[in-house]
């Protein structure tokens, strides 16, 4: 591909894709020049292209300005309705969510239109953010379809919910904040974390670690309108009600270990996996997520103990990870398929304010069974 057209395409990814606003000033040429180390005249071209396309306008004294977003939207005259997503869009989770509905969204002579990840939207500021969404609903989507984890702003969102025809939140909803309107379309974790937890104690482990993500400060979470009680905390409820269940003491045996973001702090979480193993076996653990498995194998063979015998493992979200793993890793399904399924029916029945939560479904394997 010659440059030109890898700097257009580059650039024209990056408007459909949100991160230059309607109306906003792109960099200048040369500034661009600079940044893809390329030539002032290969930049040119690349705008040029931009113009045909109908995405930006370019005149002398103004720069290089974005044209409104209902005008970046590939034009599909067979298309009655497009479908916004503020979504992961790969992944074994995301792809197993994703792909379904969008054949199904096809057959309906609809279109999804990925958006952004809550990771493009953290970036921005919080008067960025909810222009944001105001240019989305001001796009005339026939629906906003949004994974609300807790990175997700959810205040910014607040103020321009009534704007869109149809609101989604599908897989987790990690938020106290009020949208009547919003369906909500989500695991059932604190069942995923009783049923783990149910799994391991039958198996005759009392003492249980849940490994899960670092936690958001207090600013981060009110400024996001993120709830404290985000998806982790409750499996950690449905742990605590296994407990109860079995008659076993929560408090004394079940502990919380937190991986941090920070690539550096991987020791200090192998030393507390490490740590709380030498509290005695067999111990289990729980983790949100599968790949969060892998420090415990990794302690586990330089302490010459063993997957299925020493220590149980139980991960979540069913991932290509669980099959990776030697011995395979018992895992929680989310049922996300069931989740698109329901965001289909969402989309054609026209729902409001409705809440379906989907039962997760425990996939045993060798790391958390007693070896025979």
């Known amino acids: 591909m010659s440059k030109y057209k890898d700097i257009h395409k580059w650039l024209k990814r990056k408007i459909l894709a949100g991160d230059f606003s309607s109306g906003e000033r792109l960099p200048t040429c040369r500034e661009l020049a600079e940044i893809r180390n390329v030539s002032y005249v290969t930049v040119t071209k690349a705008i040029k292209e931009l113009e045909a396309d109908g995405l930006v306008s370019s005149r002398q004294g103004q720069g290089i300005v974005v044209k409104p977003i209902e005008k970046h939207l590939p034009v599909q005259p067979q298309r009655s309705a497009q479908v916004g997503f503020i979504i992961q ?75 869109f025809k149809q609101l989604i939140f599908v897989l987790r909803y990690d938020t106290e904040i009020e949208l009547p309107m919003a369906n909500i379309l989500t695991a059932d974790f604190r069942l995923a974390g009783y049923d783990a937890a149910k799994h391991l104690l039958e198996q ?93 194998y990794q302690v586990a063979r330089q302490k010459r103990l063993k997957i299925g015998r020493d220590i149980f493992v139980v991960g979540m979200f069913n991932t290509s990870w669980s099959e990776a793993f030697q011995p ?45």
């Open 89 to 163: 869009t790969s992944g074994d989770l995301f792809g197993n969510y994703f792909t379904p509905l969008m054949e199904e969204l096809s057959a309906d002579n609809m279109m999804a239109v990925p958006l952004a990840t809550d990771a493009t939207l953290r970036a921005l500021s919080p008067l960025e953010r909810i222009k944001r969404f105001n240019s989305y609903a001001a796009a005339g989507f026939e629906a906003l379809v949004v994974d609300g984890d807790r990175g997700f702003p959810f205040s910014a969102l607040q103020s321009a919910a009534e704007q």
């Open 328 to 372: 395979r890793l018992s895992t929680i399904s989310i049922e996300e398929r069931t989740i698109s399924q329901l965001t289909m029916q969402a989309l054609r029945e026209k729902w409001h304010g409705r809440k379906v939560t989907v039962a997760p479904r425990l996939l045993i394997k060798e790391s958390s069974i007693k070896e025979s």
């Open 204 to 296: 005759g482990v009392e003492r249980i670690a849940m490994l899960t993500f670092e936690e958001f400060s207090a600013v981060e979470r009110r400024a996001s309108g993120c709830t404290y009680h985000t998806h982790d905390q409750l499996v950690l409820d449905g742990i605590e009600a296994a407990y109860a269940d079995a008659k076993v003491d929560f408090n004394d045996n079940c502990v919380m270990l937190r991986s941090p973001d920070q690539a550096g702090s991987e020791s200090q979480h192998k030393k507390n996996v490490s740590n709380f193993i030498d509290g005695g076996a067999p111990c289990g653990f729980i983790c949100i997520g599968d790949i969060r498995a892998r420090c415990v």
